[in-house]
């Protein structure tokens, strides 16, 4: 029992920390990922190097198709494709799933470096069209038809009738979402038809060499500017940004959010060293007489005073080792679980991590075992050995 507080805190610091830097790396491998020849368009405006507020849900609508396709004329940039995303129920005869569809442009596969596994893919004068026509993930397909040919056959999204006409490759996690279980629609069709709106959620654009890709940046926030109407740059309404910056920014919320979690998990140890600071008034009182005999016999101050501080922080040492075994078993579980999912979730124990906890536990050990070895080691010897 004396122990418990620290396993817990321990472990709570060991598993938050190992969590925190498998979602950071994760993250980040993600954002890698994407390339360096790309160029992402967010409604919004970033404050202070921060993200908008696009990223954190929050539904911006100053980004139009439009402009999506006045970025792809620009020089050095080779293409340029319009996001937005919803959720809905896919059915197909007795089949019925929830799965996410996302409405894009026709150079999708051109952008995100990707193909078609099967049939074709949307054409432009289908998204001018307004198309009802769907490209469905490999989960999908597998889902709704099995082993069965999809080609041809209608499947229904939120009670609209779609034709599909192709099927992705398997791709696995991208841009933090399995590709495979996306079914993609022409974005003007997702637009009007599916979710009754005129804005889009993101651009993002292929550019002709990374080197150009600052230039390119500059040369997207002076379109935007001109077409919003935008004449001070603190006034923008959107946020361009490469990889690379992506990178620094989120690399600097997931460190400050990781170290945030360890620091309320640490809490916990502070609420153990209180717990054992209690337990160790009761055992000065219940050692009362064999302190005195001890004092009696020569013993020193000094040395009651070493022996109660040796015994609480070998009481925290031992219950840190068993909270590092229990944190590293709790951050295994979760890699696990997570890659069931599809996720490449890397599980990640840094040194770090275990010699703060240790430290942790064994300062706290010394520091709430202060003042009941203090009080025992001030003990007068003649009233220790008459304590009943």
């Given at each position: 029992m004396t122990m ?9 610091v ?15 491998a ?12 967010l ?31 620009l ?5 340029a494709?319009?996001?937005?995303k ?10 019925i ?8 442009s026709?150079n ?14 949307i ?13 469905l ?91 919003h ?7 923008d ?6 990889a690379?910056?992506a ?12 170290m ?6 640490a ?5 153990g060293?209180?717990?054992?600071m209690?337990?160790?008034?009761v ?22 005073l070493?022996q ?7 009481m ?16 295994y ?19 770090l ?8 536990a064994?300062s ?14 001030k ?10």
């Amino acid at each position: 029992m004396t122990m418990l507080g620290i396993i817990i805190g321990v472990a709570a610091v060991i598993s938050i920390m190992a969590v925190g830097a498998s979602a950071q790396d994760l993250l980040l491998a993600q954002v890698r990922a994407m390339g360096s020849d790309l160029i992402g368009v967010l409604p919004g405006m970033s404050e202070e190097g921060g993200p908008p507020a696009a990223v954190f849900g929050i539904e911006i609508t100053t980004l139009t198709y439009e402009d999506a396709l006045a970025i792809e004329e620009l020089p050095r940039v080779t293409a340029a494709c319009s996001y937005v995303k919803g959720r809905g129920t896919m059915s197909f005869l007795n089949e019925i799933h929830d799965f996410d569809y996302t409405g894009i442009s026709s150079n999708y596969l051109e952008v995100e470096d990707t193909s078609i596994a099967q049939g074709r893919f949307i054409k432009q004068d289908e998204v001018n069209g307004l198309a009802k026509v769907a490209v469905l993930g490999s989960r999908v397909k597998e889902e709704l038809f099995g082993e069965d040919n999809p080609i041809d056959q209608r499947i229904k999204i939120n009670q609209v009738s779609f034709r599909v006409i192709g099927v992705m490759k398997e791709r696995g996690t991208a841009a933090f979402q399995n590709q495979d279980e996306q079914v993609f629609v022409p974005v003007k069709t997702a637009q009007k038809i599916l979710l009754g709106i005129d804005h889009i959620a993101l651009i993002r654009a292929k550019v002709s060499g990374a080197e150009n890709t600052d230039l390119v940046i500059s040369q997207v926030e002076n379109l935007l500017r001109f077409r919003h109407h935008i004449k001070d740059p603190l006034k923008d309404d959107f946020t361009v940004m490469n990889a690379a910056q992506a990178l620094d920014i989120l690399g600097a919320i997931t460190q400050a959010l990781k170290m945030f979690l360890a620091m309320v998990a640490a809490i916990s140890l502070i609420v153990g060293g209180i717990g054992i600071m209690n337990i160790m008034f009761v055992v000065v009182n219940e050692r009362t007489r064999e302190i005195g005999l001890r004092k009696a016999l020569g013993a020193k101050r000094k040395s009651i005073l070493f022996q109660f501080l040796i015994e609480s922080a070998t009481m925290t040492l031992l219950g840190g080792v068993i909270g590092i075994v229990l944190g590293i078993l709790i951050a295994y579980t979760v890699t696990v679980g997570v890659n069931y999912f599809g996720y490449d979730w890397k599980f990640i124990v840094t040194p770090l991590s275990v010699f703060v906890s240790s430290f942790m536990a064994v300062s706290i050990g010394l520091i709430f075992g202060l003042w009941p070895a203090n009080r025992a080691s001030k003990l007068n010897p003649i009233q220790a050995l008459r304590y009943e």
